[in-house]
Nanobody, 113 residues
Framework: QVQLVESGGGLLQPGGSLRLSCAASGNIFSFNTMGWYRQAPGKERELVATITSGFREVYADSAKGRFTISRDNAKNTVYLQMNSLKPEDTAVYYC???????WGQGTQVTVSS
């Protein structure tokens, strides 16, 4: 059974940095495109970034230049490094295995002064 477990969320001030982690199990992690998505209150879930098995990265415009997605296949983990955070980045962040269309439970990120 595929399981994705996110961690690393929290409350921080504007301009701060945070690294989210998503630990995967039950899938052939290294073969799969993985992604980070987010859902803010009252809004639809949206793509943040994806990374393929070949380490090709794709970012939403809102993430370009501030966020970096990476993966460690030896640890079955995908990361999202977020810098220069803004209040509008406040959301629940979800990890997704795009090949299996499987989601994690999400981790809350709140950016507020």
């Amino acid at each position: 059974q595929v399981q994705l477990v996110e961690s690393g969320g929290g409350l921080l001030q504007p301009g701060g940095s945070l690294r989210l982690s998503c630990a995967a199990s039950g899938n052939i992690f290294s073969f799969n495109t993985m992604g980070w998505y987010r859902q803010a209150p009252g809004k639809e879930r949206e793509l943040v970034a994806t990374i393929t098995s070949g380490f090709r990265e794709v970012y939403a415009d809102s993430a370009k230049g501030r966020f970096t997605i990476s993966r460690d296949n030896a640890k079955n983990t995908v990361y999202l490094q977020m810098n220069s955070l803004k209040p509008e980045d406040t959301a629940v962040y979800y990890c997704r295995d795009l090949r299996l269309d499987h989601w994690g439970q999400g981790t809350q990120v709140t950016v507020s002064s």
